[in-house]
Nanobody
């Protein structure tokens, strides 16, 4: 599975931003994105990679990291092979490289990196005060 993120950039405190991640490759063509759980992680300089949000296949289950609950929303459009991360009320602490990830089985949401086999290259989100 190949993943390509987009939507990052420089924003100000309090702003909103929506990230997108498009999945492609033979596995997606043959097995459909609906058969994969999807997630967003982030990594700030000098910090470990952090779980942001995850969504099961078909979107029945979502989970979020404590630091983004109530502000971020993950969603998916399997017809477009795309997963989104809507980020609201951004703060400087949200500054990081955001990574999209895909894994299986699709009926659960893993909150650790080991639960995902495919990763994108990341998109930088910088929140200025």
């Amino acid at each position: 599975v190949q993943l390509v993120e987009s939507g990052g950039g420089l924003v100000q405190t309090g702003d909103s931003r929506k990230l997108s991640c498009i999945a492609s490759g033979r596995a997606i063509t043959n097995y459909r994105m609906a058969n994969y759980r999807m997630a967003w992680f982030r990594q700030a300089p000098g910090k470990e990679r952090e779980f942001v949000g995850g969504i099961s296949g078909a979107g029945a289950v979502t989970r979020y990291g404590d630091s983004v609950k109530g502000r971020f929303t993950i969603s998916r459009d399997d017809a477009k092979n795309t997963v989104y991360l809507q980020m609201n009320a951004l703060t400087v602490d949200d500054t990081a490289v955001y990574y999209c990830a895909a894994g299986d089985p699709p009926w659960t949401v893993a909150t650790v990196s080991e639960g995902y086999a495919s990763w994108g290259q990341g998109t930088q989100v910088t929140v200025s005060s």
